[in-house]
T-cell receptor, first 116, second 113 residues
Framework: AQSVAQPEDQVNVAEGNPLTVKCTYS??????LFWYVQYPNRGLQFLLK????DNLVKGSYGFEAEFNKSQTSFHLKKPSALVSDSALYFC??????????????WGLGTSLGVNP | DAEITQSPRHKITETGRQVTLACHQT?????MFWYRQDLGHGLRLIHY???????NKGEVSDGYSVSRSNTEDLPLTLESAASSQTSVYFC????????????FGEGSRLTVL
């Protein structure tokens, strides 16, 4: 079965420190990978995606993520965390045989807290 | 600017009543989706549409229906609301194809008493 795992329910970092939010996946075929952020009482917002090409992708608000095919991971990173980065982060993966009907599989989310 | 709006943002209803949540997007996207978000379950797909007059069931479609009469709107109807349908509902849209990202509405919080 295809799946996405965000192994940490919560991550806490100090402001100014680097942050990592982990995502691993198990899908067939070439995956399309996405990160979204949800601020309290808001809808999800797209951060970045990997479709093909360079394994390191850069996105909004200074976030980046690295696609690692051998480890089937797509960890979200930021060199220097801000208090305003505190939010819920979701990883999503589309896998399987190419076509318009491949299911998007969501992780359960990781709550990021950045302490001043 | 293009946007996707949901209404109402908050609603309290009683068991057995019919409820409709509205979703309107001005992105001109063909693909639209309804999700529910519950603690411990993340996002679960209820229904989706790839274009006008096209609707499809997602993983938790029982008790819900949608219709797509135009590109902009995908209303979600709960035929007979149940307490298990208390949740936060999100509408989303994207361009056709698999590489596009989703654009989400701000959510509708539904409480069924």
């Amino acid at each position: 079965a295809q799946s996405v795992a965000q192994p940490e329910d919560q991550v806490n970092v100090a402001e100014g420190n680097p942050l990592t939010v982990k995502c691993t996946y198990s899908v067939s075929g070439n995956p399309y990978l996405f990160w979204y952020v949800q601020y309290p009482n808001r809808g999800l917002q797209f951060l970045l995606k990997y479709i093909t090409g360079d394994n390191l992708v850069k996105g909004s608000y200074g976030f980046e993520a690295e696609f690692n095919k051998s480890q089937t991971s797509f960890h979200l990173k930021k060199p220097s965390a801000l208090v305003s980065d505190s939010a819920l982060y979701f990883c999503a993966v589309r896998g399987g045989n190419a076509g318009n009907n491949r299911k998007l599989i969501w992780g359960l989310g990781t709550s990021l807290g950045v302490n001043p | 600017d293009a946007e996707i709006t949901q209404s109402p943002r908050h609603k309290i209803t009683e068991t057995g009543r019919q409820v409709t949540l509205a979703c309107h997007q001005t992105w001109n996207h063909n693909n639209m989706f309804w999700y529910r978000q519950d603690l411990g379950h993340g996002l679960r797909l209820i229904h989706y549409s790839y274009g006008v007059h096209d609707t499809n069931k997602g993983e938790v479609s029982d008790g819900y229906s949608v219709s797509r009469s135009n590109t902009e709107d995908l209303p979600l109807t709960l035929e007979s609301a149940a307490s298990s349908q208390t949740s936060v509902y999100f509408c989303a849209s994207r361009t056709s194809g698999e590489t596009g990202e989703l654009f989400f509405g701000e959510g509708s919080r539904l409480t069924v008493l």
